[in-house]
């Protein structure tokens, strides 16, 4: 599984571009949000790539680009580009937390518990790196460690939509999934760029699962 706390970045950084060139990137990164909505990975790269031409560098783009083609199967390309989008912003939480979770897959954990370990002294937000060490601790089972991992993360940003996704897959594999839902649900109204919390929202009421009702 991928993560799915990782949202496409809708907002791209357009300093440096006249007007048409600021429209253009803008509706091609649209279209490659669009695509991938809608499950087709290697045509939102297409889009993604026009836009990279016409705002080359951008950390943004090459994220999206990483996610596409990390979705449509193309684990090098994936890797490339989120190695790249690190080299342009080092401390962008989803690009790190894409690269882990891909080295991860590809049967390279230790090398991303030594990632992690050198971002968690690195500069950024002190959120971020405790949901990636609670990630860690999960993939390793070790599921009460992550727990108290991602209530300091929340102790740090209670918003963190990483975080609140972590904690409901959390629920999920400690056998509470209504706490799942109800935190998928909060955080896919602040994110709807959030594919991969759909599907999970999508499984869990397909199983006939409704968020817990209020206390009135």
């Not at 429209?23 to 091609?28: A, F, G, M, N, P």
Request: hydrophobic content about 35%.
């Amino acid at each position: 599984m991928r993560c799915p706390g990782l949202c496409l970045l809708a907002v791209v950084s357009l300093a440096g571009c006249d007007a048409t060139q600021q429209e253009k990137v803008r509706l091609y990164n649209e279209d490659g949000i669009h695509q991938f909505s809608q499950g087709n990975y290697r045509e939102a790269a297409d889009s993604f790539e026009q836009a990279l031409l016409l705002k080359p560098h951008d950390a943004g783009l090459l994220f999206n680009l990483g996610q596409a083609n990390d979705r449509a199967g193309k684990t090098q390309q994936a890797e490339a580009y989120y190695q790249e989008c690190l080299k342009r912003d080092a401390k962008l939480a989803d690009a790190r937390q894409a690269y882990a979770n891909l080295l991860s897959r590809t049967g390279r954990g230790e090398q991303a518990g030594r990632l992690i370990e050198t971002w968690s002294v690195q500069e950024g937000n002190a959120s971020d790196i405790f949901v990636l060490q609670a990630w860690k601790l999960r993939q390793e089972n070790r599921l009460p460690e992550a727990y108290d991992k991602i209530q300091t993360a929340l102790a740090q940003d209670p918003h963190n939509p990483r975080a609140l996704t972590e904690l409901g897959i959390l629920y999920e594999k400690m056998n509470f999934p209504d706490r799942s839902l109800v935190l998928y649900e909060r955080v896919l109204t602040d994110n709807p760029n959030l594919f991969e919390i759909r599907e999970r929202i999508a499984v869990l009421k397909g199983r006939g699962l409704k968020p817990p009702l209020l206390d009135n």
